[in-house]
């Protein structure tokens, strides 16, 4: 008599319900400590290459949307309406203020001739008038975009700071002026 299995008889590997088991031995803890580590930051070269390329690129698109004056980028000093006026009706005049740093050096040169005493006093005489009627100047526009402001915005809704904001971007030469001029020198503001 031999002693076969009965074909009903369902293995130990068989009865097993799909999903009941894991299939693999429990790691130990050692092994899931060592599975968790990796570092904090990521220190590849690749890594830090591509973040050093997309700060740049961001950098840039800021740039130049400032230089636009596009308002997402503009400095908190520089957005809102009232802001902008003040720059397009700053940078719609003609100013002798912009022409103080070129004189200035115009100066320096003159100072460094030899034999050249008498030019170098009517020089420094003449850069300290310009100096003068450039703050007489800066006064006039600060009072002048102040009203302008007024007419414009309401008198009760003018931020402060305006005239100053004016005055020292008057002071710039045109060119290195940020955000760059949107308006023509001579274009009537309303």
């Known amino acids: ?32 400590e ?14 830090k290459a591509r973040a050093r390329a997309e700060l740049a690129e ?8 400032m230089a636009a004056g596009d308002e997402r980028y503009l400095t908190p ?19 002798l203020s912009e022409w103080v740093m070129p004189l200035m050096l115009v100066v320096i040169v003159i100072g460094l001739l030899p034999n050249s005493g008498w030019l170098v006093t ?8 310009v100096i003068f009627l450039v703050i007489v100047e ?4 600060s009072v002048l975009v102040k009203r ?19 005055a020292m971007r008057q002071i710039q030469m045109r060119f290195l002026r940020l955000p760059k001029p949107q308006v023509k020198r001579g274009t009537k503001l309303s």
Do not use: C, H, I
């Open 1 to 32: 008599m031999s002693k076969t299995p009965p074909a009903s008889a369902p293995n130990d590997e068989q009865s097993a319900t799909p999903g009941a088991g894991k299939g693999r031995p429990t790691p130990s803890r050692a092994e899931q």
């Open 34 to 47: 060592a599975a968790r580590k990796r570092p904090l930051v990521a220190n590849t070269k690749e890594a």
């Open 58 to 65: 961001k950098r840039e698109k800021a740039r130049v949307g």
């Open 77 to 95: 000093r520089d957005k809102g309406p009232q802001r902008r006026f003040v720059r397009d009706w700053t940078d719609a005049r003609w100013s």
């Open 122 to 129: 009517y020089s420094f005489l003449a850069l300290w008038g």
């Open 138 to 141: 800066m006064v006039l526009t």
């Open 148 to 166: 302008a402001a007024r007419r414009t915005f309401g008198e009760d809704r003018v931020e402060k700071g305006l005239g100053w904001y004016a």
